[in-house]
């Protein structure tokens, strides 16, 4: 089935410790994304790709970084996990057109949810 | 910082009657899109209207976007038990390639 898969589904990780989020979409969307979900706070962006080899910043990209080897991966990692980043991750991608401003839908991963002690 | 805002928090109502969500935001937008999300799960998509329409129907939702206001909401008709779900506005903004969300609406409906 076509579609976005993250792993872990779940992680307790001790602070000070690397973790990376995985991220594989099927669907051969141009642009990836990564969020955050707090609660009170919605969703926020924390780092995107509009293609492969590119990435940007979002609205809370500190303590985050993330690659975009290929059109299908696009891993978050967390080089020194602290407690505020306790959270559900969503990854999410959408179609694009290569060179230009990405518009239309976006397509949700699961979600992984990230606790750090 | 957010970019939109949700109108009301959270909102209960019995089954067959309608529910109104609202959103606010304060930059200019390529289209703005709703999205649901069921407790524990990623958020799926329910319908897009573009900066230059004013009205949307798909199935039971309705959408209307109000670009002089910075505003927009959905209606959703004759709710079931299963709309029960917290639903998001998202807003494609102008020049950024990304979407931003608001805050959510947490929508229940009792049977």
């Known amino acids: 089935i076509a579609g976005i898969t993250q792993a872990p589904t779940s992680q307790i990780l001790a602070a000070g410790r690397r973790m990376t989020l995985r991220c594989t979409q099927d669907?051969?969307?141009?642009?990836m994304y990564w969020y955050r979900q707090d609660l009170g706070l919605g969703l926020r962006l924390i780092h995107y790709s509009n293609t492969a080899g590119t990435t940007g910043k979002g609205e809370v990209p500190d303590g985050y970084s993330v690659s975009r080897a290929n059109t299908d991966d696009f891993p978050l990692t967390l080089a020194s996990a602290v407690p505020s980043q306790t959270s559900v991750y969503f990854c999410a991608s959408r179609k694009g057109v290569r060179g230009q401003a990405n518009t239309g839908e976006l397509f949700f991963g699961e979600g992984s949810r990230l606790t750090v002690l | 910082s957010q970019q939109g805002e949700e109108d009301p928090q959270a909102l209960s109502i019995q089954e067959g009657e309608n529910a109104t969500m609202n959103c606010s935001y304060k930059t200019s937008i390529n289209n703005l899109q709703w999205y649901r999300q069921n407790s524990g799960r990623g958020l799926v998509h329910l319908i897009l209207?573009?900066?230059?329409?004013r009205e949307k129907h798909s199935g039971r939702l309705r959408v209307t976007l109000d670009t002089s206001k910075k505003s927009s909401s959905l209606l959703i008709t004759a709710s079931r038990a299963a709309d029960t779900a917290s639903y998001f506005c998202a807003m494609d903004q102008t020049g950024a390639n990304n979407l931003f969300f608001g805050t959510g609406t947490r929508l229940t409906v009792i049977p």
């Open positions: 669907m051969r969307h141009n642009a």
């Open positions: 209207i573009r900066s230059n329409e």
